[in-house]
């Protein structure tokens, strides 16, 4: 009787033992998921943060080239350039939306994105110019302090990097 009962105990303590196993190892790739999301989310407010940046300095130059009466080949070097940079926001633009469902990252965004290309529109004055390349290093910025906030250690997101039910 004494041995049945060691036998179960032993059974049941492997059975315990191997269940706690089990989800310490679900946790472990939990948070390693959970990692491994918010580096691909930094990134993609890095990169695209980046290369608005970059067509924010393009369009600034081409205008500023308009205004001054820059030749003809300056201007089309520099209408080359910013179309590049234009095409560099795509990817990131599309890896945030694929990234965060928060609306308000995605808003602030989208407001930089818009503000920058709108640096097209003003190149009737200077002013206007600088104006508009103001106004888009805001929503840069604006952008910037809206992700940082997502990203905060401090800020949890349960709809985000929660596992499936079972």
Request: positive net charge; proline residues 2%.
């Amino acid at each position: 009787m004494l041995a049945a009962l060691t036998i179960v105990a032993t059974l049941l303590g492997a059975i315990v033992s191997g269940r706690f196993a089990e989800r310490a190892a679900e946790r472990s790739v939990r948070v390693s998921h959970g990692e491994a999301i918010r580096r691909g989310r930094l990134e993609a407010v890095t990169a695209l943060a980046c290369s608005a940046n970059d067509h924010r300095t393009a369009m600034w130059k081409r205008g500023d080239a308009v205004l001054k009466g820059a030749g003809a080949n300056r201007i089309e070097t520099l209408r080359a350039e910013s179309h590049m940079t234009r095409s560099a926001v795509t990817r990131p633009l599309v890896a945030l939306r694929v990234l965060f469902e928060d609306q308000a990252v995605r808003a602030a965004a989208d407001h930089m994105i818009t503000l920058t290309y709108a640096i097209r529109d003003a190149y009737a004055t200077t002013g206007d110019l600088t104006a508009a390349r103001e106004a888009a290093k805001d929503a840069h910025d604006q952008f910037v302090n809206a992700a940082a906030r997502y990203l905060s250690p401090a800020n949890t997101h349960p709809t985000a990097d929660k596992e499936p039910t079972r």
